[in-house]
């Protein structure tokens, strides 16, 4: 079993689409726990921290549940620069991401 | 406030060669990370740094790779000698500590031939 699994992808979607990732892990002493996104080429980039509680900036809502031992984004109104590849990271641990095309 | 340096930002060897990337973290950060990222997968750590002590190089391959952070500032990572399934993205990312968010710098890109 993998230590990060997130869904495969990928995922296309119009432009105001509503879209859910979802991640697993499996080491139950993660501390900390991020979404972060990678353009083509590029390297990763902090999307947001994901807290107990749950935690929003804008369009993007992460969630973590620690007693299943699972993370999930929600964008909201997509927009064509939200296409992307969406990486799970419970501390040093990524998956292997999943990847989003907003089309028009 | 200026972010991850690394270079070079490709890198073409032979197989068997060795290879020796460069990593200066941001200013003030205590951790640093090295991953590798093959084409299509997520990043894989390879060695943790909290100042200039391991934290985690538990993926390492230490039979050919290797990572030093003296003074607890900059950063190099070596592989010899390389194999073809070495080429990859290797990542630099650092930390204000080792469960914050990480900041990664552009990459350099291997191609072992």
């Known amino acids: 079993r993998k230590e990060v699994e997130q869904d495969p992808g990928p995922f296309n979607v119009p432009e105001g689409a509503t879209v859910a990732f979802n991640c697993t892990y499996s080491?139950?002493?993660?501390?900390?726990f991020f979404w972060y996104r990678q353009d083509c080429r590029k390297e990763p980039k902090l999307l947001m921290s994901?807290?107990?509680s749950g935690n929003e900036d804008g369009r993007f809502t992460a969630q973590l549940n620690r007693a299943s031992q699972y993370i999930s984004l929600l964008i909201r109104d997509s927009k064509l620069s939200d296409s992307a590849t969406y990486l799970c990271?419970?501390?040093?641990?990524f998956g292997a991401g999943t990847r989003l095309t907003v089309k028009p | 406030e200026a972010g991850v340096a690394q270079s070079p930002r490709y890198k073409i060897i032979e197989k068997r060669q060795s290879v020796a990337f460069w990593c200066n973290p941001i200013?003030?950060?205590?951790?640093l990370y090295w991953y590798q990222q093959i084409l299509g997968q997520g990043p894989k750590l390879l060695i943790q740094?909290?100042?200039?002590?391991?934290?985690?190089d538990s993926q390492l391959p230490k039979d050919r790779f290797s990572a030093e952070r003296l003074k607890g500032v900059d950063s190099t990572l070596k592989i010899q000698p390389a194999k073809l399934e070495d080429s990859a993205v290797y990542l630099c990312?650092?930390?204000?500590?080792?469960?914050?968010?990480?900041?990664f710098g552009p990459g350099t890109r291997l191609t072992v031939t």
């Open positions: 740094f909290q100042n200039n002590g391991v934290v985690d």
């Open positions: 080491n139950s002493a993660s501390q900390s």
């Open positions: 990271a419970p501390t040093t641990r």
């Open positions: 990312a650092s930390s204000p500590s080792g469960n914050d968010e990480q900041y």
């Open positions: 200013s003030g950060h205590a951790t």
């Open positions: 994901v807290y107990s």
